[in-house]
């Protein structure tokens, strides 16, 4: 038997307490975007620091504007080893609304389903679930063979949720500690649930808010209406005007930069035969949306996009109020492509709605995210065995796919270390991220589990 295969059998007889480690981190409410959370997300981090300690790591946490950042090292067995950096958040989304919940978020419920047994609450999957596999892959190593098979460095930050605002600082001051060979990430998804997958590609974001004020006061619908400004009204207009008919976004220079789908590209996910019908289905819908005469997956992982992601202003209350609000407000996410200027993009939005909207409403644009679209390399040593690991663990080949997320370490680990990123995730599309629900199935954890397992195992090999 080779060690490889010691340590996946041990995957299977601890099975029971990798499980339950993920589901004791599940427990704790590590929202990021909720201030009465913040010592949370620090129990959150503490948890996952004394995690990486009892696997023989040096483990810190590093204090930010923020949440705290996980900061762990494992010399592994020196030599010639290879040295990965791991990353992953344990932050995760608030629950609401909690009313859509079959159980609380924060008490992991196991529940029967189509594929066995699967997890749900928040963070299930996204990515406390997702590091949970990372981490119990390398207490198999560590229970087996007394140390791990390569050198690691793990950073688990906790503001990935609300846009890693504080993580470039973090980075460039910590930059010497983090050199390492290639970045691990398992945040992302799968094919299927029998397909795995590797992420090629990640879409950008700008997350931005707008509010408009008209009147000095909410009016009379009947008394003012006909000569009053409503900003409701001028706001939708505006917004409206983003989108051509087509779907194509209307903002002059919105798509320079952005290229067509290459040959290969084209060829390669053609060749998935990705269902859009039952894609959409499951969801209750069934008429795509997008940009005319583009492919589906094109549309959902390499054109940009433009949504309104909330709306606000007047009267929501029961029954009718006739009234003339003087304020009203949207935020607007566009999720980016590779070529995108982020910087570009919030300038051109401002311009376009102050050219959209009466010259005596004033307007105001705040910012709470941007960060390019970005390629991974689909070819190095590191991708190969990643795609090696998850051949023998499925018993057939990874597909290699775009996502139309968005992760913003791997930008900032390219640009500001030189560091490439290996996505190699373990989710699906129904597990309901950042929805009621979120679950992850046992059977994806696992796999995911023995993946890792596997890939430690092939790179300490060489
Ligand atoms: N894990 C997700 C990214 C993701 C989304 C992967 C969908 C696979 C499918 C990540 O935690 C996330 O939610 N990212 C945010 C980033 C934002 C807050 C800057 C996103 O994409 O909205
Ligand atoms: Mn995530
Ligand atoms: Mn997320």
Redesign the pocket.
């Known amino acids: 038997m080779t060690t490889t295969q010691g340590v996946l059998a041990r995957v299977d007889t601890d099975f029971a307490a990798l499980q339950g480690k993920w589901l004791d981190w599940l427990r704790i409410p590590s929202i990021s975007a909720q201030p009465r959370h913040a010592a949370d997300c620090r129990a959150a981090a503490e948890f996952a620091r004394a995690d990486l300690e009892s696997l023989g790591f040096s483990a810190r946490l590093v204090e930010t504007p923020g949440h705290p950042v996980v900061l762990a090292h494992h010399a592994g067995p020196g030599g010639n080893a290879p040295h990965l950096l791991f990353y992953g958040?344990y932050d995760v989304q608030p629950p609401e609304p909690l009313e859509l919940w079959h159980s609380a978020p924060f008490d992991p419920a196991i529940v029967d389903g189509p594929h066995g047994p699967r997890v749900v609450a928040r963070g299930a999957v996204?990515?406390k679930g997702q590091v949970a596999m990372w981490l119990a892959a390398m207490r198999a190593w560590h229970a087996e063979t007394g140390s791990l098979p390569v050198a690691i460095t793990a950073v688990i930050e906790g503001e990935?949720?609300?846009?890693?605002v504080n993580l470039e600082a973090f980075l460039a001051a910590h930059a010497p500690e983090l050199q390492a060979d290639i970045a691990v990430i398992s945040?992302?998804?799968m094919w299927d649930i029998n397909t795995p997958a590797i992420t090629t590609g990640l879409r950008g974001?700008v997350y931005l808010q707008i509010d408009i004020k008209a009147a000095s006061r909410d009016l009379h619908s009947g008394m003012f209406g006909g000569s009053a400004r409503n900003p409701i009204n001028a706001l939708t207009r505006a917004l409206a005007a983003l989108h051509e008919d087509n779907g194509r976004i209307a903002i002059p220079g919105f798509y320079d930069g952005v290229a067509e789908l290459t040959n290969s590209q084209a060829v390669s996910w053609a060749a998935l035969g990705f269902d859009e019908s039952k894609f959409l289905g499951d969801i209750g819908l069934s008429i795509p949306a997008g940009e005319a005469g583009r492919g589906a997956l094109e549309r959902l992982w390499a054109r940009p996009t433009c949504d309104v992601n909330g709306i606000w202003g007047g009267y929501a209350g029961p029954g009718a109020k006739t009234v003339i609000a003087s304020e009203a407000g949207a935020k607007v996410s566009f999720r980016l492509v590779p070529g995108q200027n982020p910087v570009a993009i919030i300038e051109g939005f401002r311009q376009f709605m102050r050219a959209h909207l009466p010259a005596d409403v004033q307007m105001n644009v705040q910012e709470f995210?941007h960060?390019p679209g970005i390629e991974v390399p689909a070819e190095s040593r590191f991708v190969q065995a990643a795609r090696d690991a998850l051949a023998e663990e499925y018993g057939r080949p990874a597909v290699l796919a775009g996502?139309?997320?968005?992760?913003?370490v791997v930008g900032s680990l390219k640009r500001m270390l030189g560091l490439d990123s290996l996505l190699m995730?373990f989710?699906l599309d129904d597990d309901q991220?950042?929805s009621p629900n979120e679950k992850f199935e046992v059977a994806c954890f696992r796999h995911g589990v023995r993946s890792h397992v596997r890939l430690l195992g092939l790179l300490a090999a060489g």
């Open positions: 958040h996204d990515d990935e949720e609300v846009g890693s945040d992302t998804n974001l995210a960060g996502c139309g997320g968005s992760i913003p995730g989710g991220i950042h």
